[in-house]
Structures are given as structure tokens and as C-alpha cells.
């Protein structure tokens, strides 16, 4: 398994068209009009997908066929810049079999995404080899009465600067919390993913190769000993012995004080064992409303105590 050449989408210009489509869970009638309107005082003009409101089996965004055809049609647009998904929850991985990936390949643009369009970005990655960004959705940041400003100051500079996006850091004094130090340089392209989403493409022909990646990894709702089984997932097939570099983000509503379970680091550090790996934690990716927006497959590095792009995002 390889990995096709890097394709960065174009930067984002003043005034350009972005499209908001569900690939999984309907939008809210209540919350996309607002992000539609925050988009629209930033300058820009807003196009719907003709799906984003549908409801099918209680929790898709329209039939598979619907969701992709959306998708499909806001890539082969050429006045549409970029493509905001509205929601996370499910339903991404259903589609990647219906996407017509030659049409992504011949048309890159900006696709910024969250959660359970981990499934997606990493196809579009493997398949067409697009970067994308991820940490960010119509519904749940763009429609606040006020969007966290780290996940709008980054979501805004990822799409926008032509240069490399250097450290990440919300503030000058946050740093990572290194747990684990291999014995080389930990740099490669950086893959943020949500960790139940990755491991459910393991086999797929949707899979992209890890090696050499560095791999930033959040859930949300993952009990203890699920969370213990995909790292074990993700060892025994062996993405985690091939990485440069592990970054943990947040795992909201995962452990609970007190109690008599192992924490992230004790999981992380039992999975990654005998591995010439680093492993960092604290990151600000994951299910809380303050998170980076960090781009997908560009390259970076564990650099001190902090995670650095040392490659533009974007042509």
C-alpha cells in the first residue's frame, strides 16, 4: 500500500462560494441557517446541498446515494472553493464506495470536516491523495452566537495562508506533554482522525498507509476497555509500529474521576510498549467546543513540546 502524490486544494479567495453538505446526520433547521449567515458576514456566498435537510432511517442526511451525489456535485462545481460539512454522528463510511474519485482528483478543493468524516478525508487522502482539514462543522462551530475564536482563528488562517501554518498552539504558553520519546525525528504528514472512525476502515480498501505519519488521534463517549481494544486494533495491525509520531487530542466524556479504570496516558503507553515511538498528549483536538482546525496529510513534526507544519496547506 502507497500513497498517491499530495494534492493541496486552492486557497480560499474573498468573496468565493462555499457549499455546506451532510454526508452523515441531517443538518439542524435551527443551527444552519445560522452558520449560513456567520459565512455570508465574513463576505462569502453560501450554496445548500439539495440533501442537507433530509432525514432517512432516523439518522442520515437522505439515502447513501443522496449524500453522495451532494458531495459529488459541490466538487465538480467549478464556482464552488470549498465544501463545509454540517454534522458528524454517522453515516460518512457509507458513501465512499459511491464516490467518484477520479471527478476529486480532477477537482481539488477545500473540504473541512469533523469526527465521523475521519471516514471520508482519509478515503479522499488514500484515493486522490487531497489534503483536507479537519476540526470544524457548519452545525456545531460556525452557528455559536460567537464561534470559539481558536477554532476560528485556525480554521481561518488553514484556509487562507499560503505559507506553513508553523506551531500550533492556542496560546504561546500550551505545550504537548511528551510521555514517550522514540529515537529519531518524528516528523511526517500529519493525520488527525477520530479513533473509532480510523480503526473501522482497517481492511478497506479505504485505508490509507500510515507509515511514516504522524497519527493525532480523538473520541468522544468510548468507554475505557473500547478504547484499550482499537489502540490494541490499531497495534496488532500494525499502523501504531510504523508511525513517527502519536498525538492524543481530548477524549470527552471517556473516563470518569475517581474511578478504578486506567487513564489515556497508562492505555496509550500499554499499546505503544517496546514501539521507538513519540507519544504526546494534550492536544486541542476533540469533542469540546475550543479545538484546532489542523490540515490532513501535510507534513509536520513533534518538535520539542509542540506540534509543528512545516508544509502549506494549500496552493
Given at each position: 500500500?502507497?500513497?498517491p502524490?499530495?494534492?493541496?486544494?486552492r486557497a480560499l479567495?474573498?468573496?468565493?462560494?462555499?457549499?455546506?453538505?451532510?454526508?452523515a446526520?441531517?443538518?439542524a433547521?435551527?443551527?444552519?441557517?445560522?452558520?449560513?449567515?456567520?459565512?455570508e458576514?465574513?463576505?462569502?456566498s453560501?450554496?445548500l446541498?439539495?440533501?442537507?435537510?433530509?432525514?432517512h432511517?432516523?439518522?442520515l442526511?437522505?439515502?447513501d446515494?443522496?449524500?453522495?451525489?451532494d458531495?459529488?456535485?459541490?466538487?465538480?462545481?467549478?464556482?464552488i472553493?470549498?465544501?463545509?460539512?454540517?454534522?458528524?454522528?454517522?453515516?460518512?463510511?457509507?458513501?465512499?464506495?459511491l464516490?467518484?474519485?477520479?471527478?476529486?482528483?480532477?477537482?481539488?478543493?477545500?473540504?473541512?470536516?469533523?469526527?465521523?468524516?475521519t471516514?471520508?478525508?482519509?478515503a479522499?487522502?488514500?484515493?486522490?491523495g487531497l489534503?483536507?482539514?479537519?476540526?470544524?462543522l457548519?452545525?456545531?462551530d460556525?452557528?455559536?452566537?460567537?464561534?470559539?475564536l481558536?477554532?476560528?482563528?485556525?480554521?481561518?488562517?488553514?484556509l487562507?495562508?499560503?505559507?506553513?501554518?508553523?506551531?500550533?498552539?492556542?496560546h504561546?504558553e500550551?505545550?504537548l506533554?511528551?510521555?514517550?520519546?522514540?529515537?529519531?525525528?518524528?516528523?511526517?504528514?500529519?493525520?488527525p482522525?477520530?479513533?473509532?472512525?480510523?480503526c473501522s476502515?482497517?481492511?478497506t480498501p479505504?485505508?490509507?498507509?500510515?507509515?511514516?505519519?504522524?497519527?493525532?488521534?480523538?473520541?468522544?463517549?468510548?468507554q475505557?476497555y473500547r478504547?484499550?481494544?482499537m489502540?490494541?486494533q490499531?497495534?496488532?495491525?500494525?499502523?501504531?509500529?510504523?508511525?513517527?509520531?502519536l498525538?492524543?487530542g481530548?477524549?470527552?466524556?471517556c473516563f470518569?474521576?475517581?474511578?478504578?479504570?486506567?487513564?489515556?496516558?497508562?492505555?496509550?503507553?500499554n499499546?505503544?510498549v517496546?514501539?521507538d515511538?513519540?507519544v504526546?498528549?494534550?492536544?486541542p483536538?476533540?469533542?469540546?467546543?475550543?479545538r484546532?482546525?489542523?490540515?490532513l496529510g501535510i507534513?509536520?513534526?513533534?518538535?520539542?513540546d509542540?506540534?509543528?507544519?512545516?508544509?502549506?496547506?494549500?496552493?
Amino acid at each position: 500500500m502507497s500513497r498517491p502524490p499530495i494534492v493541496k486544494p486552492r486557497a480560499l479567495n474573498e468573496g468565493a462560494l462555499i457549499a455546506i453538505v451532510a454526508p452523515a446526520r441531517p443538518a439542524a433547521t435551527e443551527l444552519l441557517p445560522v452558520a449560513r449567515s456567520y459565512l455570508e458576514q465574513r463576505g462569502y456566498s453560501v450554496v445548500l446541498g439539495e440533501h442537507l435537510f433530509d432525514h432517512h432511517q432516523h439518522y442520515l442526511a437522505g439515502t447513501d446515494t443522496d449524500r453522495a451525489q451532494d458531495l459529488m456535485v459541490a466538487f465538480a462545481d467549478p464556482q464552488i472553493e470549498a465544501i463545509i460539512c454540517a454534522r458528524g454522528g454517522y453515516g460518512s463510511g457509507r458513501l465512499l464506495s459511491l464516490l467518484d474519485y477520479d471527478l476529486v482528483t480532477e477537482n481539488p478543493k477545500i473540504l473541512v470536516g469533523f469526527s465521523d468524516t475521519t471516514a471520508l478525508q482519509l478515503a479522499l487522502y488514500h484515493k486522490c491523495g487531497l489534503a483536507s482539514f479537519s476540526g470544524a462543522l457548519a452545525d456545531i462551530d460556525l452557528s455559536r452566537p460567537q464561534p470559539d475564536l481558536l477554532v476560528e482563528e485556525s480554521l481561518w488562517l488553514a484556509l487562507t495562508n499560503h505559507n506553513a501554518l508553523g506551531d500550533l498552539k492556542p496560546h504561546p504558553e500550551h505545550s504537548l506533554r511528551i510521555v514517550q520519546e522514540g529515537s529519531y525525528a518524528a516528523a511526517g504528514p500529519l493525520i488527525p482522525a477520530n479513533l473509532a472512525v480510523l480503526c473501522s476502515l482497517i481492511g478497506t480498501p479505504y485505508m490509507p498507509d500510515l507509515k511514516g505519519a504522524i497519527l493525532l488521534l480523538e473520541d468522544v463517549g468510548e468507554q475505557p476497555y473500547r478504547l484499550d481494544r482499537m489502540l490494541n486494533q490499531l497495534r496488532l495491525a500494525d499502523i501504531l509500529g510504523g508511525l513517527h509520531g502519536l498525538v492524543l487530542g481530548e477524549f470527552r466524556d471517556c473516563f470518569e474521576e475517581g474511578d478504578t479504570n486506567p487513564d489515556l496516558e497508562e492505555l496509550v503507553l500499554n499499546a505503544t510498549v517496546g514501539l521507538d515511538l513519540t507519544v504526546a498528549l494534550e492536544f486541542p483536538y476533540g469533542h469540546h467546543a475550543r479545538r484546532m482546525v489542523v490540515p490532513l496529510g501535510i507534513a509536520a513534526a513533534i518538535e520539542g513540546d509542540g506540534l509543528r507544519i512545516t508544509d502549506s496547506a494549500i496552493t
